[in-house]
T-cell receptor, first 112, second 108 residues
Framework: NAGVTQTPKFRILKIGQSMTLQCAQD?????MYWYRQDPGMGLKLIYY???????DKGEVPNGYNVSRSTTEYFPLRLELAAPSQTSVYFC???????????FGPGTRLLVL | RKEVEQDPGPFNVPEGATVAFNCTYS??????FFWYRQDCRKEPKLLMS???SGNEDGRFTAQLNRASQYISLLIRDSKLSDSATYLC?????????FGTGTSLTVIP
C-alpha cells in the first residue's frame, strides 16, 4: 500500500495562474480532506469529502475548488493563484468515524 | 474564539526530563480527541488518541477532561528523538480542528 500520495512535491506559480494539486489514496477510505498549513500555524481545513460525489467546505475554502468522482482521488484546484495561497498543502484520508487520519507528504506551493 | 488552543512553547528540556503539554477546546460537542506529532517540514502523524479514562502508550500519557474541555499530554524520560511539534486535534462531525502546535526540543 502506498497510503496517501500527493503530487507535485513543490511548485512555484505566478499570480493569476491556475493549478491542480493531486491526491490519491489506495486504502478505500471514504473520507478525504485538504488542509493548508502556514508557517508556525496549525492545519486549517479547506475542503473535505465523505464519499465519491460528495464534497463540503471547511474553514478556509475561498479560492479553491474540489471534486471527488472516485473514492481514490481528491484533487484540489486553484483557479487564480494569489500570494496568500503560499502554503504547504496536506491531503488526508480516514476510513470512518473514530479512525485515524492518514496524511500525504504535502505539496509546498509558492505564489509569486 | 479558536476551536483549539495550545501553548506554542517552545519547550526546551534536558534528556530524561518529564514534560507536559496542555490544550483546550472551545466546542463542547467535540467528539474525539488526538495528539499528533509533526517533524519539521513533514506531515503530521498520529501519536495517540485521547480518552476520558486516560490512556498510556509507553512513555506517553494522555488525558481528557470533558467538563473543563481540556486535553493533556505527558512525556516521561524525554529522548532526543521526541524533539518535534505536538499538535492537539479535536474531531466534530467528520471535521478535524488542529491547534497551532507546541514545539519541543530535547537537549543532550
Amino acid at each position: 500500500n502506498a497510503g496517501v500520495t500527493q503530487t507535485p512535491k513543490f511548485r512555484i506559480l505566478k499570480i493569476g495562474q491556475s493549478m491542480t494539486l493531486q491526491c490519491a489514496q489506495d486504502m478505500n477510505h471514504n473520507y478525504m480532506y485538504w488542509y493548508r498549513q502556514d508557517p508556525g500555524m496549525g492545519l486549517k481545513l479547506i475542503y473535505y469529502s465523505v464519499g465519491a460525489g460528495i464534497t463540503d467546505k471547511g474553514e478556509v475554502p475561498n479560492g479553491y475548488n474540489v471534486s471527488r468522482s472516485t473514492t481514490e482521488y481528491f484533487p484540489l484546484r486553484l483557479e487564480l493563484a494569489a500570494p496568500s495561497q503560499t502554503s504547504v498543502y496536506f491531503c488526508a484520508s480516514l476510513g470512518g468515524p473514530g479512525e485515524t487520519q492518514y496524511f500525504g507528504p504535502g505539496t509546498r506551493l509558492l505564489v509569486l | 474564539r479558536k476551536e483549539v488552543e495550545q501553548d506554542p512553547g517552545p519547550f526546551n528540556v534536558p534528556e530524561g526530563a518529564t514534560v507536559a503539554f496542555n490544550c483546550t477546546y472551545s466546542n463542547s460537542a467535540s467528539q474525539s480527541f488526538f495528539w499528533y506529532r509533526q517533524d519539521c517540514r513533514k506531515e503530521p502523524k498520529l501519536l495517540m488518541s485521547v480518552y476520558s479514562s486516560g490512556n498510556e502508550d509507553g512513555r506517553f500519557t494522555a488525558q481528557l477532561n470533558r467538563a473543563s474541555q481540556y486535553i493533556s499530554l505527558l512525556i516521561r524520560d524525554s529522548k532526543l528523538s521526541d524533539s518535534a511539534t505536538y499538535l492537539c486535534v479535536v474531531n466534530r462531525r467528520n471535521q478535524f480542528y488542529f491547534g497551532t502546535g507546541t514545539s519541543l526540543t530535547v537537549i543532550p
